[in-house]
C-alpha cells in the first residue's frame, strides 16, 4: 500500500536566487527563496563552481525547517538547457548533469538545478527529477526553419511555467489541456511566448536569443548591426551583453520593472516609451503566435512576475484582446507545477522518461 502523503523537495536555480520549498504532496509546508551571496558567489568565474555554496544553502535551509534527508521520497528540480527533448518528467541521470555542465546549448543558471538535486537524491536513496526542462522541444518543422541554412531556431523556453499556466487555463475553461489551443506568454526575468496546439509546444520565441527584449535580454535585434557590434569582441562578451547587459538595465540602469513604474510616475519620459516598446514587442510576438494556429485559439495566457505590472497588461491587452479571451495569471507557479510533477511520478500516473545526450527516448 503507497503512503498516504510524499514528502517531496523541489528547487529552482535562477539567476539572481535559489527557491526551494518542501512539500507534502502538493501542500507546502515550508518555501524559501534564497538570494544570491554575491560575496561567495562572485569569485566563480564560471556557473559549476557555484555548485558547492548553492548546495549548501539548500540543505542550511532543510534542516532549518527541521526535515531530514531520510524522509523524502523525490527531490525535484527545475531542468537546465540540455538535448532538446519532448516534454514530460525526466530522471537525473549522468548523462544529462554532464550535458548541463558543458552549457554546449546554452549558459544558464538553471543548468546547475538537476546537478545539485541528483547530489542530494543520492544522499537520500531517492529518485531527482526534473519537469517540462526547458530544452523541451515539440516545434513543427516549419518552426525550424531560420532563414540561412547552418542557422535552425532551437526549443528554449519557459516550458514548465507555460505548461502550468495552460493547464490553468484548460480547467477554467473546463476542458483537458491536450485538447485546447493556446498562446502562452510567460513574462519574467526571461520572455518567451509559445504556440499550444493540443498540448504540444509547436513554436516559441527562443527564452535568451530571440522575442521581446526584457530586464537585461536583448531579445531579436537586426542582424547587421549585430554583426558590427561583434566586431574585435570575443562571442562571450557579446553573449553577456545580449543576455545580460540589453533590455531595460541597458536603457534605464535598472533590471527591475518595479522601479521604472517608480521613475514612470516620477514623469520619466523615456522610461514610459522603452516600457510601453517593451509590451509593444511581447504584443507583437504574441499575435506572431496566434498566425501559427491560424486564428483558431482557445485564449492567450500571460504569466509570469511581470503579469503584476497593470500598466504593462493593460498595454498588451489593448493590443491583442481581438484575437480571443484573454487570461492573466500574474506570478509564477513553477514550484508547485514542480511539485506536482513529482507526485504523478509517485503515485504512478506518469511515467519517467530517460535523458540521453544525444536523444531521447
Same mark, same amino acid.
Not at 248 to 256: F, I, P, Q, S
Given at each position: 500500500?503507497?503512503?498516504?502523503?510524499?514528502?517531496?523537495?523541489?528547487?529552482?536555480?535562477?539567476?539572481?536566487?535559489?527557491?526551494?520549498?518542501?512539500?507534502?504532496?502538493?501542500?507546502?509546508?515550508?518555501?524559501?527563496?534564497?538570494?544570491?551571496?554575491?560575496?561567495?558567489?562572485?569569485?566563480?568565474?564560471?556557473?559549476?563552481?557555484?555548485?558547492?555554496?548553492?548546495?549548501?544553502?539548500?540543505?542550511?535551509?532543510?534542516?532549518?525547517?527541521?526535515?531530514?534527508?531520510?524522509?523524502?521520497?523525490?527531490?525535484?528540480?527545475?531542468?537546465?538547457?540540455?538535448?532538446?527533448?519532448?516534454?514530460?518528467?525526466?530522471?537525473?541521470?549522468?548523462?544529462?548533469?554532464?550535458?548541463?555542465?558543458?552549457?554546449?546549448?546554452?549558459?544558464?543558471?538553471?543548468?546547475?538545478?538537476?546537478?545539485?538535486?541528483?547530489?542530494?537524491?543520492?544522499?537520500?536513496?531517492?529518485?531527482?527529477?526534473?519537469?517540462?526542462?526547458?530544452?523541451?522541444?515539440?516545434?513543427?518543422?516549419?518552426?525550424?526553419?531560420?532563414?540561412?541554412?547552418?542557422?535552425?531556431?532551437?526549443?528554449?523556453?519557459?516550458?514548465?511555467?507555460?505548461?502550468?499556466?495552460?493547464?490553468?487555463?484548460?480547467?477554467?475553461?473546463?476542458?483537458?489541456?491536450?485538447?485546447?489551443?493556446?498562446?502562452?506568454?510567460?513574462?519574467?526575468?526571461?520572455?518567451?511566448?509559445?504556440?499550444?496546439?493540443?498540448?504540444?509546444?509547436?513554436?516559441?520565441?527562443?527564452?535568451?536569443?530571440?522575442?521581446?527584449?526584457?530586464?537585461?535580454?536583448?531579445?531579436?535585434?537586426?542582424?547587421?548591426?549585430?554583426?558590427?557590434?561583434?566586431?574585435?569582441?570575443?562571442?562571450?562578451?557579446?553573449?553577456?551583453?545580449?543576455?545580460?547587459?540589453?533590455?531595460?538595465?541597458?536603457?534605464?540602469?535598472?533590471?527591475?520593472?518595479?522601479?521604472?513604474?517608480?521613475?514612470?510616475?516620477?514623469?520619466?519620459?523615456?522610461?514610459?516609451?522603452?516600457?510601453?516598446?517593451? #509590451?509593444?514587442?511581447?504584443?507583437?510576438?504574441?499575435?506572431?503566435?496566434?498566425?501559427?494556429?491560424?486564428?483558431?485559439?482557445?485564449?492567450?495566457?500571460?504569466?509570469?512576475?511581470? #503579469?503584476?505590472?497593470?500598466?504593462?497588461?493593460?498595454?498588451?491587452?489593448?493590443?491583442?484582446?481581438?484575437?480571443?479571451?484573454?487570461?492573466?495569471?500574474?506570478?509564477?507557479?513553477?514550484?508547485?507545477?514542480? #511539485?506536482?510533477?513529482?507526485?504523478?511520478?509517485?503515485?504512478?500516473?506518469?511515467?519517467?522518461?530517460?535523458?540521453?545526450?544525444?536523444?531521447?527516448?
Amino acid at each position: 500500500m503507497s503512503p498516504s502523503f510524499f514528502n517531496i523537495l523541489v528547487m529552482n536555480v535562477g539567476s539572481t536566487s535559489t527557491k526551494v520549498a518542501c512539500y507534502k504532496n502538493i501542500e507546502l509546508i515550508a518555501g524559501s527563496n534564497i538570494p544570491f551571496k554575491k560575496n561567495l558567489l562572485s569569485p566563480c568565474h564560471d556557473l559549476a563552481g557555484q555548485i558547492p555554496e548553492r548546495k549548501k544553502q539548500i540543505l542550511d535551509f532543510i534542516a532549518g525547517y527541521g526535515v531530514k534527508l531520510s524522509t523524502l521520497d523525490i527531490v525535484v528540480s527545475r531542468g537546465g538547457v540540455g538535448t532538446p527533448c519532448p516534454s514530460g518528467i525526466y530522471e537525473v541521470n549522468q548523462a544529462m548533469c554532464d550535458d548541463l555542465l558543458s552549457m554546449r546549448f546554452a549558459k544558464h543558471d538553471s543548468s546547475l538545478g538537476p546537478v545539485i538535486s541528483k547530489d542530494i537524491a543520492q544522499e537520500c536513496g531517492v529518485k531527482a527529477v526534473v519537469v517540462d526542462p526547458p530544452s523541451t522541444d515539440e516545434f513543427h518543422p516549419l518552426a525550424r526553419i531560420s532563414g540561412l541554412p547552418g542557422i535552425e531556431r532551437s526549443s528554449v523556453l519557459h516550458a514548465l511555467s507555460q505548461k502550468a499556466a495552460a493547464r490553468r487555463a484548460a480547467a477554467l475553461i473546463g476542458r483537458p489541456y491536450d485538447e485546447l489551443n493556446f498562446v502562452i506568454a510567460h513574462l519574467g526575468g526571461g520572455i518567451s511566448v509559445g504556440t499550444h496546439l493540443k498540448g504540444r509546444i509547436i513554436d516559441s520565441t527562443h527564452g535568451l536569443y530571440e522575442g521581446p527584449f526584457t530586464s537585461e535580454r536583448a531579445g531579436n535585434l537586426p542582424t547587421l548591426p549585430l554583426v558590427n557590434l561583434a566586431r574585435g569582441q570575443s562571442v562571450s562578451a557579446v553573449r553577456d551583453i545580449i543576455v545580460g547587459g540589453s533590455g531595460l538595465k541597458a536603457y534605464l540602469g535598472t533590471d527591475d520593472a518595479r522601479e521604472v513604474e517608480e521613475m514612470i510616475e516620477d514623469g520619466d519620459e523615456k522610461a514610459l516609451l522603452v516600457f510601453e516598446a517593451m #509590451a509593444y514587442q511581447i504584443a507583437k510576438d504574441i499575435g506572431a503566435m496566434a498566425t501559427v494556429l491560424k486564428g483558431n485559439l482557445d485564449g492567450i495566457v500571460i504569466t509570469g512576475g511581470l #503579469a503584476y505590472s497593470e500598466r504593462l497588461i493593460n498595454w498588451i491587452r489593448d493590443r491583442i484582446s481581438f484575437i480571443g479571451r484573454v487570461f492573466i495569471f500574474p506570478g509564477e507557479d513553477e514550484m508547485l507545477a514542480l #511539485a506536482e510533477g513529482g507526485l504523478r511520478v509517485l503515485t504512478g500516473e506518469e511515467k519517467l522518461k530517460t535523458y540521453r545526450g544525444d536523444c531521447y527516448i
